[in-house]
């Protein structure tokens, strides 16, 4: 017996007949709504800008000079991590839907939202992973946005990432009131 119309429960053996078609399709099934082609081109770029985050805040950590910048560095070491970790999120995701996750250095900046800048001292790399950050933040709202209810697993991870943009934001913006005098 299928669900009556605006019913949100299906029967169960109208669940099993669902699962056993396009297996090969893994996670994507017929109640997908999102566009899987779109998503997967939307996540290579989240993809690329997490990636280009992580060298960026790794590069900063070992370069940042000056007698207050340990600290600092250890933030951006930190920050380096938790990027690292939104990449293999987004990767994971790529893969579940179907894609293959570039991971190509190749045109990497490219694909990326998120600029490599190596900033001339301190409180210039500070600067810079705060403008990336409030893009960041800015980009995964809209994210959130265009996700909606067509594909609540993918909103609901980006939404998790934007919980940590949003702290590294909020990280360099009192580096820089700090550092920036």
């Not at 909103?155 to 990280?171: C, F, K, P, S, Y």
């Amino acid at each position: 017996m299928a669900a009556a119309e605006g019913a949100f429960l299906t029967d169960v053996k109208t669940l099993r007949e669902r699962a056993r078609q396009s297996m090969k399709d893994g996670v994507v099934t017929p109640t997908y709504q999102g566009d899987v082609g779109k998503t997967i081109e939307i996540l290579q770029s989240v993809l690329a800008t997490e990636l280009v985050c992580v060298l960026r805040y790794t590069f900063h950590a070992i370069t940042a000079t000056g007698l207050s910048s340990e600290g600092v560095k250890e933030e951006f070491r930190t920050h380096a991590d938790e990027e690292r970790g939104h990449m293999t999120q987004v990767a994971d995701r790529i893969n579940q839907l179907g894609g293959k996750p570039n991971l190509n250095p190749e045109g990497l900046l490219s694909r990326s939202l998120s600029q490599y800048a190596e900033g001339k001292d301190l409180v210039d790399m500070i600067k810079e992973n705060l403008i990336a950050e409030r893009m960041a933040v800015d980009h995964y709202r809209e994210l959130i946005r265009y996700f909606g209810d067509k594909d609540p697993t993918t909103r609901v991870m980006i939404e998790g990432i934007l919980a940590t943009e949003e702290e590294h934001a909020n990280d360099m913006a009192d580096l820089l009131v700090a550092h920036d005098k």
